[in-house]
């Protein structure tokens, strides 16, 4: 089994259903070009919309880039009430899909940054985020429904 089948393996089973979640992958070859169209190419041809200049960048934000993972992982989308993963599982889990990731330049972006996003599906609240090198491209999804 690869590295990125465990890691989806292992997501799954610690959120345990609290969330519909979808994780893949791709060939950054058959994405090509800057990376925001790379993203939108991607999660097009998952049956998601695409969102073009509404992708942020997380490697120019001042925060850590897996911590907009983290903080989405730790608590209900919805209500808020609700911990889905403790702070250092929530961590982890972020940290782990990022480190898939070593093979040339890296790029991490995010439909969501605190309370705006710019939706890719149509679910009440999501969290989007799309990581690429130059050999994988990948999308975590978190969708929720209030």
Wanted: aromatic share 8%; charged share 30%.
């Amino acid at each position: 089994m690869d590295d990125f089948t465990t890691f989806v393996e292992r997501t799954a089973k610690l959120l345990n259903d609290e969330v519909e979640l979808t994780i893949r992958e791709g060939s950054r070859s058959d994405f090509p070009g800057e990376p925001r169209d790379a993203a939108d190419a991607f999660v097009s041809s998952l049956g998601f919309t695409p969102i073009g200049d509404g992708w942020l960048d997380l490697d120019k934000d001042a925060a850590e880039p897996s911590s907009h993972l983290a903080n989405i992982l730790k608590r209900d989308l919805v209500g808020h009430n609700l911990d889905w993963l403790s702070a250092s599982d929530a961590k982890a889990c972020a940290e782990e899909f990022y480190s898939l990731f070593k093979h040339g330049k890296v790029t991490r972006l995010a439909n969501r940054i605190g309370n705006g996003w710019n939706p890719i599906t149509s679910s009440t609240i999501e969290a989007a985020f799309v990581s690429m090198d130059d050999s994988r491209i990948a999308l975590f999804l978190v969708e929720a429904e209030d």
